[in-house]
């Protein structure tokens, strides 16, 4: 139980594109989902709380128009990297909380060329 | 501000305990969590404490909690080469409930 599905686990686009991650809770329901980006050989930097129905909070320093968060339902958050540059090359990750804890997408590394 | 703090680095050989150490700093915190991220992939729940427990133990996995201390750590026993990986502790701020992490411990595993 308590398992959080993130697609697509790889994506390369190129500059100047905008990349869609989706992020669906398969067996709960979770009105809160938080996205977070790591760098490489570095800890998880929260970038933005989604919640179902409402407008997305960002971490400060999160630019809100690159990075747009949908959260239309109890099960699926979407994040867009919209006009996406070769330092959004990263590795996104999703997560929700289940109860008693935090369960995480299995990531997406974005690579722009 | 809320801090985890823990090594980069331990490195073990094949088979013997591994010990990895957390210390953070919002006392208020209810829970406490292991994660395990493998290369390229996401991260995955190990376990997890109630700040009212001073240990757990899961299988392999031994959690040890000294709150006085501020203390968490992860013991796993007979380690195989297949827990190569970087482990994760995480304390929820009481505050907004948001996961404060710390930099991550790579665990190298020696044949």
């Known amino acids: 139980g308590a398992v959080v599905s993130q697609h697509p686990s790889r994506v390369i686009c190129k500059s100047g594109t905008s990349v869609k991650i989706e992020c669906r809770s398969l067996?709960?329901?979770?009105?809160?989902m938080f996205w977070y980006r790591q760098f490489p050989k570095q800890s998880l930097m929260l970038m933005a709380t989604?919640?179902?129905?409402?407008?997305?909070t960002y971490e400060q320093g999160v630019e809100k128009d690159k990075f747009l968060i949908n959260h239309a339902s109890l099960t699926l958050s979407t994040l867009t990297v919209t006009s996406a540059h070769p330092e959004d090359s990263s590795f996104y990750i999703c997560?929700?909380?289940w109860g008693y804890g935090y369960t995480f997408g299995s990531g997406t590394r974005l690579t722009v060329v | 501000g809320e801090d985890v703090e823990q090594s980069l680095f331990l490195s073990v050989r094949e088979g013997d305990s591994s010990v990895i150490n957390c210390t953070y700093t919002d006392s208020s915190s209810t829970y406490l969590y292991w994660y395990k991220q493998e290369p390229g992939a996401g991260l995955q729940l190990l376990t997890y404490i109630f700040s009212n427990m001073d240990m757990k133990q899961d299988q392999r996995l031994t959690v040890l909690l000294n709150k006085k201390d501020k203390h968490l750590s992860l013991r796993i026993a007979d380690t195989q080469t297949g827990d190569s990986a970087i482990y994760f502790c995480a304390e929820i701020s009481d505050s907004n409930y948001q996961l404060i992490w710390g930099a991550g411990t790579k665990l190298i595993i020696k044949p």
């Open positions: 997560s929700a909380w």
């Open positions: 067996d709960f329901q979770a009105t809160t």
């Open positions: 989604s919640n179902e129905g409402s407008k997305a």
